[in-house]
């Protein structure tokens, strides 16, 4: 029996490497701590870790990362909500729900000896996908301005546009999406600061979980520019 659950364990963490245990480790107990102390409710905790383990899982090529990013999407969308964030309320429900069920059948049919093919885009690419989160920023900040309970309208957009674009490329396998998950993860631990010096309560939670993310987004555009350069050798 002893043996079997050894078994099992190795099992469970085969292909992960030193890092990505210690940094799922160490997030961890800082959410269990943050929990504690701040008396959050298991709801916050459950939506932190399941965000947790769905970054640390994309970051891998795992198509686990949708199983529990659906969970997430639903649970974010719901603190968005009671914290008048109405813009990322709409982007998880209208956009990241669907998008969790194309990318994982577009993951599932895009692997090759059991791993994810990874790609990469020109100049040209780039300069498109700055243009467009830039202009979408703006002209739905514009929009959300005129919402009397909507809190910060121009940061709540630059998330939004900028998530949708993240995905998109996720979902198309480009490395780059780590690049604009870099800046969307900073723009979304300031709305979250904001929002915990306006006294919402969940606000260390999600600076914390956000802060992850972004450490996440510079090991996930690590390792996806090795998997990039290795499908292209």
């Not at 529990?68 to 999407?73: D, E, V």
């Not at 990322?88 to 692997?111: C, D, I, Q, S, T």
Request: glycine share 10%; hydrophobic share 55%.
């Amino acid at each position: 029996m002893e043996n079997a659950k050894a078994l099992n364990m190795n099992r469970a963490w085969r292909g992960w490497n030193g890092f990505e245990i210690a940094w799922l480790g160490l997030f961890s107990a800082i959410a269990v701590g943050i929990t504690v102390i701040t008396k959050d409710s298991l709801f916050g905790f459950t939506v932190f870790m399941t965000g947790v383990l769905c970054v640390v899982l994309a970051a891998k090529g795992n198509l686990m990362s949708y199983v529990f990013g659906m969970y997430n999407t639903l649970g974010y969308a719901y603190l968005a909500y009671v914290n008048g964030l109405f813009g990322e309320v709409a982007l998880n429900l209208l956009f990241f729900v669907p998008m969790n069920v194309v990318g994982f059948y577009m993951w599932k049919n895009h692997r090759q000896g059991g791993k994810l093919v990874m790609r990469q885009m020109g100049l040209n690419g780039l300069l498109l996908v700055a243009a467009v989160c830039l202009l979408g920023s703006l002209l739905l900040g514009f929009g959300l301005s005129f919402i009397p309970e909507q809190n910060s309208p121009y940061i709540d957009a630059a998330t939004t546009a900028l998530s949708i674009v993240a995905t998109i490329l996720m979902v198309r396998r480009f490395k780059e999406q780590w690049l604009v998950y870099i800046v969307l993860n900073l723009f979304t631990v300031l709305l979250w600061v904001i929002r915990l010096l306006d006294g919402s309560s969940d606000g260390w939670l999600m600076i914390v979980m956000w802060s992850a993310y972004l450490v996440n987004a510079v090991y996930g555009y690590y390792n996806w520019n090795k998997g990039a350069k290795e499908g292209s050798a």
